[in-house]
């Protein structure tokens, strides 16, 4: 059996990264990586991701990679400079999966919500990210620990859309 593996990215400099195997189960995880000074300054590195995906991710059972990208765009209330920045940073998300040459998928936040967050509270940004970090908590132990400070919710959301890319795919397949 080939070895996929599924990487869920919330991009952005709060966002995270989770891997899951071909079973679903939690492979590895990392907040985005950034380089800079300052929260302002700071920024995703292209080269920090690759270094994290060959130290703790890349194997030889491994033969193929599905990187799934959260759909996002700037918020209407962004500035040009932030909107800017964001799409940089998701840029270099796309960018990622490219020099892997990996699968890229994107996955909107309503797909994953409906399939992982049926019966929680998703009246706030922030409930939302609360019910995510629960359900992820509860999903993948290895996350409880991380998912426990709220600067670190992007693992959450990271997590549920490796999740739906893999079912979309496994249900595509099925079908």
Known sequence: MTETLWIGIDPGKTGGLVVLDSAGRHFAHSLMPL??????????SLGLLLDWYRTEVASDAVHRVVVAIERVSSAPND?????????????????????????????????????????????SRNDIK?????????????????????????LADAALIAATARLEEMTTRDS
């Not at 940073?89 to 919500?113: H, I, N, R, Y």
Request: include cysteine.
């Open 79 to 123: 500035g040009p400079v932030q909107a800017f920045s964001f799409g940089r940073a998701l840029q270099v998300c796309w960018d990622f999966a490219d020099v892997l040459g990996a699968t890229a998928v994107e996955v909107s936040p309503k797909d994953w919500q409906k399939v992982f967050l049926r019966g929680h509270r998703k009246g």
């Open 130 to 154: 609360a019910s995510a970090a629960l359900v992820a908590g509860q999903r993948y132990p290895e996350l409880k620990q991380p998912l426990q400070r709220k600067n670190r919710w992007g």
């Open 35 to 44: 380089v800079g000074v300052g929260t302002k300054r700071c920024r995703p």
